[in-house]
């Protein structure tokens, strides 16, 4: 049976797409690996990874031990993988690109979430600070020790290049110094990344938006009524309504789902009809063109405003609720009292950390990695103390 409408799968690249064979390579030559080519290849070693396997047990918005059907970074990640294949098959750029780039972006998150990422930062304020997205590219490029030849995982550069998604211009200075040709040059020089890394940032914020009202739903700290304020939500409850009246007196979360499902829906054609246009009239001969060009994946501007009022929402109502302040001010505080632990007896770490010539930074790259159960195990067993007894 042929289902009409669907392109030839695999569909060809577009022009501006970043081609696999066309790599920039990796920083350690490596021979090829067919028949993968060398996205493909990245993708699978980020699955293979250590930090990859840890996502599992670290925080997205909820503390891990709240409940067993929040998401964690690990879900959270394949969501986001999701939709930016989706994104990418549709526009036909690189899909495996885009997976790869999906499956490592969080990988240097701290336990705990921001609260994590925000307790590290002050304990580093006097030795370079704490970038989760530079942190990610750091657990790639030095942190994971599998291979007999390099450090970390020797991606190529398309894929570090989506990993670095934010870095400050004092670290980029850094980054550049190091590798003038490298993903930190961007940023000196205020250039976009590849069409495949603008689509993941899009696919990550869609993700959470989306996951976070679901969440926050369940943990009773959101509700429906208050939903009804946020316009992209309410638009599209009012549709679920009208076509199954049925689901305004039932009690149960078909309401809540359909009503994702199709806000996802909606931003997914928006997203796929809004960067073809700008495609269109951007006419980039290629990837490269694709990076001198302002940025061409996005949505629509109506879309996008309504997008940003959700966030809005969710900012004020979800992520400041004092329910979730209360737990990441604990959480911030058992890291806090963890660093100083460590830095006053780095004995208590691993040998590869406690020897470390960068004694602070390894501390950092020590507790990043952690989960967030074992983050609270370790902050028992170095101050006697429990976190979140009450
Ligand atoms: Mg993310």
């Known amino acids: 049976m ?30 090829p690996a067919p028949p993968r080519n060398e996205h493909q290849r990245d993708r699978d070693r980020i699955v293979h990874s250590t930090a990859f396997r840890r996502l599992v047990y670290k925080t997205q918005v909820f503390i891990n031990h709240e409940g067993d059907l929040f998401r964690t970074r690990l879900t959270h990640s394949l969501e986001v993988a999701q939709l930016g294949r989706s994104a990418a098959r549709a526009l036909q750029l690189n899909e495996d690109l885009v997976e790869a780039i999906a499956l490592a972006h969080d990988l240097g998150h701290t336990p705990f979430g921001h609260a994590g990422q925000d307790a590290l930062h002050d304990c580093m304020r ?9 942190q990610s590219l750091r657990v790639v490029d030095a942190l994971e020790a599998r291979y007999p030849g390099f450090d970390g995982l020797n991606l190529s550069f398309e894929t570090r290049e989506g990993i670095l998604k934010h870095c400050s211009a004092r670290n980029a200075a850094r980054l550049v110094q190091a590798e003038p040709q490298g993903p930190g040059r961007r940023f000196v020089e205020g250039t976009q990344p590849s069409l495949e890394a603008q689509l993941v940032n899009l696919a990550d914020a869609m993700a959470y938006n989306a996951h976070d009202i679901d969440d926050g739903v369940r943990s009773g700290l959101i509700t429906l009524a208050q939903l009804a304020d946020v316009p ?7 549709q679920v309504l009208a076509d199954h009246p049925q689901l305004a007196s039932q009690p149960g979360r078909r309401l809540l789902f359909e009503t994702l499902r199709r806000m996802l ?27 001198r060009l302002p940025p061409l994946a996005r949505f629509s501007a109506g879309l996008q405003a309504q997008i940003t009022e959700l966030q809005r929402f969710l900012f004020s109502a979800l992520y400041r609720h004092p329910q979730v302040m209360h ?20 004995g208590a770490m691993p040998a590869d950390f406690a020897t470390a010539s960068d004694g602070a930074r390894a501390v950092a790259d020590y507790i990043a990695g952690m989960t967030d159960r074992y983050a609270l195990r370790e902050h028992f067993r170095l101050t006697g103390r429990r976190v979140f007894a009450d």
């Open 232 to 238: 992209l939500f309410a638009h599209w409850k009012q």
């Open 2 to 31: 042929n289902t009409p409408g669907l392109p030839a799968y695999p569909a060809p690249l577009a022009p501006w797409a970043c081609d696999p064979r066309h790599t920039r390579g990796r920083r350690v030559p490596e021979a």
């Open 265 to 291: 829906s909606a931003q997914m054609a928006d997203l796929i009809a809004a960067t073809s246009e700008a495609v269109r009239s951007h006419a980039p001969a290629d990837a490269d063109a694709v990076r």
């Open 126 to 134: 006097e030795h370079g600070g704490f970038e989760h997205n530079l």
């Open 327 to 346: 737990t990441t001010a604990q959480a911030r505080t058992a890291l806090v009292e963890l660093f100083a632990a460590y830095r006053a007896d780095p």
